[in-house]
């Protein structure tokens, strides 16, 4: 059973804007395992931007949106060998979301050039 369900939306431009102006932005809402992916892409600001959407997405599918003990380098999105993304709650974050009804974790990323957008959906 579907207990959430999150979109978003985000320009490519404004997430390179803040990783290029912004020093520590990149390590902020991102985590290691994260840039080792992101950076060697030639795109590599549309992976990130992706990867922000999905952060917001799963904060909506969740319903409470930023609590006390959330952190975005604390929400992973990971690819498989395949290419198919996965997401995982980290630290303190991780123990946030411990005994939710929720189960399955669900994450569908994509991006265009100028634009990126992710669906977050959490079952029971």
Not at 10 to 39: H, L, M, P, W
Request: overall charge neutral; some cysteine.
């Amino acid at each position: 059973m579907v207990i959430g369900l999150g979109i978003d939306m985000i320009e490519v431009d404004r997430i390179a804007s803040k990783i290029s102006k912004e020093q520590g932005f990149r390590e902020a809402v991102f985590t290691k395992n994260e840039i080792e992916y992101c950076e060697p892409k030639p795109n590599r600001f549309e992976h990130y931007a992706a990867r922000f959407a999905a952060k917001e997405a799963f904060l909506k599918a969740v319903g409470t949106g930023w609590v006390k003990g959330i952190a975005f380098n604390e929400i992973e999105i990971i690819n498989d060998l395949k290419g198919k993304p996965s997401l995982h709650l980290l630290g303190e974050t991780k123990k946030t979301f411990e005994g939710s009804a929720s189960k399955t974790i669900s994450v569908s990323l994509t991006h265009l050039k100028t634009i990126a957008s992710a669906v977050v959906v959490i079952e029971n």
